[in-house]
């Protein structure tokens, strides 16, 4: 039965149910797919929701189907012990496993992280994830446990974060052009400063590698879903230093436009 919390004279308002902390399964170290297959048949009926189970070290022990699509891969023995590396771009492979080991070795919980990820295309998605530890009886950590959403567009953001939904907006209207803090700011009815530091506790990153990283997105769809000059590709996307814009490229994706749509446009 849900709970309630009095208002006003009398008036009784449904109480918010809380959010789990952590998931307990009764079972001993190491996790393994045979401790949490149950969970498979559930979860791969759901084809928009990325499902997946990581060990104590931040490995892969199982996940749903649309999972492995995302991943590239038909069978789930190919997950087991695999790390982050083996599927997204460096730069994303690196946050995260940063948060997966935060979550496992802080039994703490992430709820709502809006973040970029590269999807089965190759091309950066902005996704919402939550994860939670996975703990054994005793409180010992077995693992997590996440759920990862697409958005159907980066402007469908989830309630926490409604409030830079202009801005993110304004961001990928205007991403060729000049894009300056200050101005992202006083779209959002802040001063600079309060802006910065809400925006990085939010989203993880500052807003100028925000920023970057939405060129890069718009890049890499430009990239491997048409024949465009890599010259064009960088100006549309707001750099106006082609040898800026593959270093950068090169730094997040861990290959040279050339090789990038080279691999996209051949799978």
């Not at 590269?118 to 005793?138: F, H, R």
């Not at 974060?161 to 991403?175: A, K, Q």
């Not at 101005?183 to 802006?195: C, K, R, T, W």
């Not at 718009?218 to 960088?234: D, E, L, V």
Request: charged share 25%; net charge positive.
């Amino acid at each position: 039965m849900i709970g309630t919390i009095e208002s006003g004279a009398g008036a009784e308002i449904p109480e918010r149910p809380k959010l789990p902390q952590q998931f307990i399964l009764d079972v001993t170290e190491p996790l393994t797919r045979e401790d949490v297959r149950h969970f498979e048949p559930i979860f791969d009926l759901i084809p928009d929701i990325y499902f997946y189970v990581k060990g104590k070290s931040g490995r892969w022990v199982t996940c749903n189907i649309a999972s492995l699509r995302l991943l590239s891969l038909s069978r789930r023995e190919e997950i087991f012990g695999a790390r982050e590396e083996s599927f997204f771009p460096p730069q994303v492979a690196e946050a995260i496993l940063r948060d997966d080991l935060n979550v496992i070795r802080g039994k703490t919980r992430i709820i709502n992280k809006f973040e970029l990820i590269a999807n089965e295309s190759g091309q950066l998605v902005w996704v919402v994830t939550n994860k939670l530890p996975i703990l054994d009886l005793t409180g010992d950590v077995l693992g997590l446990v996440g759920i990862t959403r697409v958005l159907p567009e980066s402007r469908a953001l989830p309630g926490p974060l409604e409030r830079f939904r202009n801005v993110i907006g304004h961001i990928e209207d205007n991403m060729g052009g000049t894009l300056r803090v200050p101005d992202l700011a006083h779209l959002a009815g802040m001063s600079e400063s309060h802006f910065r530091r809400r925006f990085k506790e939010t989203f993880g990153v500052s807003a100028q590698e925000f920023i970057l990283r939405t060129r890069l997105q718009a890049a890499s769809r430009m990239i491997a879903g048409t024949g465009k000059p890599f010259s064009q590709i960088s100006l549309e996307c707001g750099f106006s230093d082609q040898s800026y814009f593959t270093r950068q490229f090169t730094r997040f994706f861990g290959q040279p436009p050339k090789n990038y749509r080279l691999r996209w446009r051949s799978t």
